[in-house]
């Protein structure tokens, strides 16, 4: 009968799983107790033997951690109760003797939470279920658990942003049957409330009102069973054999998975009897296990076959919601920085192992937005959407004009002497009532991968190294920059921007204290109780703070590396400050309306009495590096021949023809601008079956691809250098602004810390009388380097000179000598100044990361690549001592400028005006906008 029975049942592969979730079927995952084994939570069997050992030493006055108490105690005591029945297999007990074992509430409640809180960690199946969950293929998971494993594994991988968990009665309020968001039933409750459904009696019927809410799911949805062995007859009769009319026999399909090694086994009496009213809507599935199933068999087929992600919903957006993912109204999508958001959803997705384009796509961004909780769609209307507060914050070109409070008040208060090694003289420093005290203010908005760029970059000029003498001596910060680097995230990450006030950092030699509006949520604040977070911490409790008042945030602070999503941050700040020999406290403020962060310095950073250490009396000098980082690369190039010998040959060829930036080689034209899209939209000189592209990795295997790439990337540099005024000097790779009608040319931009000026057009005259001698223009020359796969552009700030305030030059070779003297006194402290000057040009202010723009003239910039660069230049610090005598060297640099001026104003004076105008005609003199 066995084998007539097992013949009669139809078995299905796992790929048909993965056919249901890549057809967007959204099945109904339920999970047994099978599903939690390798991520440490016992099975049925174990945890009787567990309960039976706990019941014993409860019942004979011992304590149940007690390790002198064995197997030979309390298995013969367990065989001796009279509802024990020799001969069946402890997991077929598990009802009865968990009725008689652990009856008291309190000791079932005691005995289940310490069993799941022990030793368990989500497996790879869990894990994967959680991106499974967050990519819209499962929107709904059943469980007979009550373990955390699921929630754990949405915070190690820091998705879903939010999960829906029913485990009580007065959650069901949140349940639906096309949720938004995926969520959890815990359909035998939850041990934390008292409702857990493990007794014997329990076990026997489900609550109506659960079977009432989850029927519609298993009408309209397959089912896939996992994990479970189907003894319970409250899930079996209630949640199945009983709905089976109102679900159309289950029409959609019930997916039993097995393990292959049991999968010719009999299935339970429960289970069988489903099975034959369901005939051939029944499938019994081989697998290797949960974790294979879940990780091997279903993420990695899915993500590899680049299947695409499903939205759920649209609905509209619960006030249960968090502040994060709801609409933010007064915003519009255009209001968003697409390019930015297309940078960190790659990054999201690169970091999740999830498909994304190798180029800008705009109906990729919004997809990807709406599936992340970036951005909401009316219910009803899904054209419409408006960006969550999430993607506000994030990605908002301007998100101060409408959320005044997302941003920073610093306030730093110190001695002159502090402030001015600090900022020099790019500070405005305020009086205050404290003799030789001083306040620099500053309000820093943006988004927040700006304010965060910003705040590491000015703390870590007030957080100067010291030489500390301890036997050894060795450099030193009064600050540990991963305990700055923690404090500044949590508290941009889980501040509560519903209220309206900023957070506040104020910063002393001494301290530094960060005050966040929101105290601790709801959820910490349970786990916390009555002793405080601090203390918690101090005591060894990482991941106390495994809660987000913001998740969506902290996903995408966690795909960009910025945090892990761990809950110890606060950990982590304080083990770093305790390491460096400072100290932390931290604390919600009254009444739980902020969260306050006080890391104090090093003592001997500060007190020089003790002699502990002796502060190193040469100053401390900050350079800012002059490296730029590109941040976002074209991932093609196309080629097309070519009989030209150089692009502007081919320019001069191609007549009124369309002609892209680009750069010839061996009889080919490369570009990396989209030839195949040109020559379909116009007439150009490129023969269209002649076209090819490359991909960058292709391109470097070409014999001079290197080079290639570097020509092409100062195309598109010299191409941006233009669009924002500048002259191109494309011989020497200099750029500077032309003068303008004044005699003097200022810029006024955002320094460090202040609003500053900058003159960058001078005109210079005979020190005895006005006649005009020469104009002397700030300027930079530039460079690219490829480091790895990586590309940098190096900036270095210097001087030309010329004779009308534009491009005619003084005489070259001797006036490039006399630039590197004249700019060589810049190069001291102030060179950061520089640096953030000109980057405040060349990005325009942009925060964060700004796009390289085409020539004005150009014609075919529709067709412009992507191109993405850092605005933020990383900083490091050294010791005056380093470069030898300081003094010595500041009078010979002083003395070399002075000779430098003297030499230019006789070199102005001399030259002849006719010899200037005529060097000016020169063709190889006079560089074009395209270089010819």
């Known amino acids: 009968m066995d084998s007539k029975v097992l013949s009669s049942i139809r078995h299905a592969e796992v790929g048909r799983l993965q056919t249901l979730l890549a057809e967007h079927r959204q099945p109904v995952l339920l999970l047994g107790a099978g599903a939690s084994v390798t991520s440490g939570v016992p099975a049925a069997g174990e945890t009787v033997n567990r309960a039976a050992k706990w019941a014993y030493c409860k019942s004979h006055g011992r304590s149940p951690m007690d390790p002198g108490v064995v197997d030979s105690d309390w298995i013969p005591w367990l065989e001796q109760q009279s509802w024990f029945k020799r001969g069946v297999g402890l997991p077929d007990q598990y009802p009865v003797a968990i009725d008689n074992l652990l009856g008291i509430g309190q000791d079932r409640r005691e005995f289940f939470e310490q069993l799941i809180s022990r030793g368990v960690k989500p497996g790879p199946g869990y894990r994967a279920l959680a991106r499974i969950l967050d990519n819209g293929w499962v929107a709904t998971v059943l469980t007979t658990n009550f373990d955390h494993c699921i929630d754990r594994a949405a915070v190690l991988e820091a998705v879903p942003p939010f999960l829906v968990k029913i485990r009580t009665a007065s959650d069901w309020v949140q349940f639906k049957t096309s949720p938004a968001n995926p969520q959890l039933i815990h359909i035998h409750g939850s041990v934390e409330h008292y409702s857990d459904k493990n007794l014997a009696e329990d076990v026997l019927k489900l609550d109506q009102e659960i079977v009432e809410h989850i029927k519609p799911l298993l009408r309209d949805h397959p089912l896939i069973v996992v994990g479970y062995r189907g003894m319970e007859p409250s899930v079996m009769n209630d949640l199945l054999e009983n709905q089976i009319d109102y679900a159309n026999g289950f029409k959609n399909g019930v997916f039993w998975c097995d393990m292959k090694r049991s999968i010719g086994e009999p299935l339970s009496p429960l289970v069988q009897s489903f099975a034959d009213k369901i005939g051939s809507n029944f499938n019994r599935v081989p697998i290797d296990g949960f974790d294979q199933l879940l990780k091997t068999d279903l993420l990695d087929q899915l993500v590899a076959r680049q299947t695409p992600l499903k939205q759920l919903g649209p609905v509209s957006a619960p006030s249960s919601l968090p502040l994060d993912m709801r609409p933010f109204q007064s915003g519009r999508f255009e209001d968003l920085d697409e390019q930015v958001l297309f940078q960190r959803l790659k990054q999201y997705a690169d970091k999740h192992y999830e498909p994304y384009p190798e180029r800008f796509n705009s109906d990729w961004v919004k997809e990807r937005a709406v599936v992340k909780k970036l951005l909401h769609q009316t219910e009803g209307d899904p054209e419409t959407s408006a960006p969550t507060l999430a993607a506000w914050v994030m990605f908002a070109r301007t998100p101060n004009k409408r959320l005044a409070q997302a941003m920073v008040k610093l306030t730093i208060v110190g001695p002159e002497s502090w402030l001015r090694g600090a900022f020099g003289d790019d500070a405005d420093l305020i009086d205050t009532v404290e003799a030789g005290v001083f306040l620099v203010e500053r309000e820093i908005g943006g988004s927040l991968w700006n304010q965060l760029n910003t705040l590491e970059e000015t703390i870590a000029l007030l957080n100067s190294p010291f030489l500390l003498k301890d036997g050894k001596s060795r450099q030193v910060t009064p600050y540990h920059p991963l305990a700055i680097h923690e404090m500044i995230v949590n508290a941009l990450v889980h501040r509560d921007y519903a209220v309206e006030a900023p ?430």
Not at 720 to 739: N, Q, S, T
Request: hydrophobic fraction near 35%.
């Open 503 to 932: 957070i506040e950092i104020r910063i002393s030699p001494t301290e530094i204290e960060t005050v966040s509006p929101g105290g601790l949520i709801d959820e910490v604040a349970v786990r916390t109780g009555a002793e405080s977070i601090e203390s918690l911490v101090r005591g060894g409790s990482r991941g106390v703070l495994k809660g987000y008042r913001n998740p969506v945030i902290s996903s995408f602070f966690y795909g960009s590396n910025e945090m892990e999503r761990r809950g110890s941050g606060l950990a982590d700040m304080l083990q770093y400050t305790i390491d460096n020999n400072g100290d932390v406290h931290f604390h919600p403020m009254e009444q739980n309306s902020a969260f306050k962060v006080l890391i104090f310095a090093r003592p001997e950073a500060v007190d020089e009495i003790t002699r502990t250490a002796v502060a190193d009396q040469s100053e401390t000098v900050r350079f800012t590096t002059n490296l730029v980082e590109f941040v976002g690369l074209p991932q093609k190039i196309w080629h097309a021949g070519t009989s030209a010998r150089s692009a502007s040959g081919l320019r001069k060829s191609a007549g009124d023809l369309p002609v892209p930036p680009g750069y010839v080689q061996d009889g080919r034209f490369f570009s990396f601008y989209d030839l195949e899209r040109i020559t379909s939209d116009y007439v150009t000189p490129f023969d269209e079956g002649d076209i090819e592209e490359l991909t960058i990795p292709e391109l470097f295997e070409q014999g001079n691809g290197l080079n290639i790439m570097r020509r092409l990337l100062h195309e598109l540099l010299n191409e941006h250098l233009r669009a924002i005024g500048l002259v191109v000097d494309e011989d020497r790779r200099r750029a500077h602004f032309p003068k303008t009608d004044e005699p003097e040319r200022k810029i006024t931009y955002q320094g460090r810390v202040k609003r500053a000026t900058r003159t960058i057009v001078k005109a210079r005259t005979r020190r005895d009388s006005d006649d005009l001698l020469y104009y002397e223009h700030k300027s930079f020359t530039y460079s690219l380097m490829a480091f790895g796969i990586d590309w940098g552009l190096f900036i270095n700030p210097g001087y030309v000179f010329t004779r009308d305030g534009n491009r005619r030059y003084l005489g070259r070779d001797r006036i490039n000598i006399l630039s590197t003297k004249r700019a060589a006194r810049d190069f001291n402290p102030s060179v950061m100044h520089d640096v953030t000057f000109w980057m405040a040009c060349l990005s325009e202010e942009a925060e964060g990361v700004f796009a390289l723009k085409p020539d004005t003239r150009n014609t075919l910039s529709d067709y412009a690549p992507t191109v993405l660069l850092n605005s933020a230049f990383p900083g490091i610090a050294y010791k005056s001592t380093a470069f030898g005598d300081g003094r010595t060297l500041e009078d010979e640099l002083e003395q070399s400028v002075l000779e430098a001026d003297q030499e230019l104003e006789d070199l102005a004076a001399i030259e002849d005006v006719d010899d200037v105008d005529a060097a000016q005609d020169d063709p190889d003199d006079n560089i074009g906008d395209d270089g010819q």
